[in-house]
């Protein structure tokens, strides 16, 4: 296969299970759709930088599965309402609901062509109880009630995160933070760890951290 080809479901089937997964059917239509959506809007507006389809799969999607196992073992709400701030190309968001379905997803992004590509991916790929907001983070926070969850992918530094963000989530809620170390020792007063998972991606070790109020 030519390194450019648009992968089929059987070539991502074939490529996750190599990395220890074994996605649904559904789920796999689903992952490979957005896939050749991102491969084929980076084209023209450089979603992900260049990348063969390979490298976005194993790279970058693959965050979002390690994401869903993760998310399964917190005790959250049954029908959480989740944030996903700088969505920028749908990641980890879109992804993660092709196999995670639970509450309300809202996918935040100040930037219109980024928040185009996702709005017409989610109703291209028929995700549900997910929604595109175009618009800063601040106003999109005045505007929605206290999430249960946020999730945090290099949207800006933990510290200015948790002073943020952490106003807006409910007492009982957390955030999920994707980083490229383990949890610092100072972490900010207020706060605590309820769970720190590390994968490896490649040659580098990744982490996600479940931060819940004190």
Known sequence: MKK???????????LLKR????????????LTGYLNLVMKWNKVMNLVGPYSWQDVLTILIIDSLHLNKFLRSLSLPSTPVTWDFGAGAGLPGIPLRALWHEGEYYLVDVREKRTMFMEQT??????SNTTVYKGRVEDFME??????????????????LLDL????????????V??????????????SVEKEISYKVG???RFFWSLVKA
């Open 122 to 127: 989610v109703k291209r790929l028929g995700i």
């Open 143 to 160: 505007e929605h009630e206290p999430a249960d969850l946020m999730l945090s992918r290099a949207f800006m530094p933990w510290k200015k």
């Open 203 to 205: 040659k580098d070790t």
């Open 178 to 191: 994707l980083a490229l170390e383990s949890v610092p020792s100072d972490l900010t007063e207020g706060w």
């Open 165 to 176: 963000v952490g106003p807006k989530i409910k007492d009982q809620g957390r955030i999920v």
């Open 19 to 30: 990395e220890g997964f074994t996605p649904s059917e559904s789920e796999l239509e689903a």
């Open 4 to 14: 450019n080809d648009s992968p089929t479901v059987a070539d991502v089937a074939r």
